[in-house]
């Protein structure tokens, strides 16, 4: 009875892991210490359950003329908002632009990822330990707004953006100087209403964005 019992509980644990496949602890697999915390803090259901992974957190369309050509210019902040690192091997951007993480990157918590059209503009422009990775070739942000898809390795899809210079998105971004910046976590960042213009010149590639300033 008793083994009867046990193999059942190991079933269904097993069926909340599978419908649930949440890499927990931010390790980069999904395993059996994965499956303690879920049973130790979310019983045998997914609800409730948190996604430790990155959001786009800043995209910089229009460089004005002042800093130079979009093409030198451009660029997209991913930022890892968890207490936990992440393994972002094989992720990737889609649609608007093209980029792929190397395999073992490790995002680090509370970090940022830039992807840039010219990464040698941003070579020792950025803080200390802040991932820089180019966009591939003959892709780049276009001024009147298009759609940034984060893609998990697995080709699925963790975050999208479709930005824009008018209907509630801020304007001064095409071409002004600043750049587009997400509010923060509290914020759905597919909305427009949840992204504002940077207080600083060319954005804040790398850093805490103006409006998570205590
Ligand atoms: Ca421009
Ligand atoms: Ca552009
Ligand atoms: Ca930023």
């Given at each position: 009875m008793k083994t009867i019992f046990t193999s059942l509980l190991l079933t269904s644990c097993i069926s909340a892991l599978a419908?649930?496949?949440?890499?927990?602890?931010?390790?980069?697999t999904v395993d059996g210490s994965d499956l303690l915390m879920l049973l130790s803090s979310y019983g045998l259901s997914c609800e409730g359950l948190p996604i430790y992974e990155p959001k786009i957190s800043e995209i910089h369309y229009n460089p004005s003329t002042e800093q130079g050509t979009d093409t030198e210019w451009e660029f997209v902040?991913?930022?890892?908002?968890?207490?936990?690192g992440l393994q972002l091997g094989g992720w990737k951007l889609a649609d608007a632009i093209n980029a792929t993480v190397p395999n073992e990157t490790y995002m680090e918590p509370n970090s940022y990822i830039i992807f840039a059209n010219d990464t040698t503009s941003?070579?020792?422009?950025?803080?200390?330990?802040?991932i820089l990775l180019p966009f591939s070739s003959s892709s780049n942000l276009h001024n009147?707004?298009?759609t940034i898809r984060l893609l998990r390795?697995?080709?699925s899809e963790s975050n999208q953006v479709t930005y824009s210079d008018y209907n509630g998105w801020?304007?001064?971004p095409d071409g002004g100087g600043s750049s587009l910046?997400?509010?923060?976590?509290s914020y759905d960042n597919l909305l427009p209403e949840?992204?504002?213009?940077?207080?600083?010149?060319?954005g804040s590639p790398g850093s805490a964005n103006s409006a998570w300033a205590d």
């Open positions: 419908q649930c496949p949440v890499d927990l602890n931010g390790n980069g902040e991913i930022y890892n908002p968890h207490e936990f941003y070579l020792g422009e950025l803080p200390p330990f802040t009147g707004g298009e390795a697995d080709g801020p304007s001064e910046e997400w509010r923060g976590t949840s992204w504002v213009s940077s207080n600083a010149f060319g």
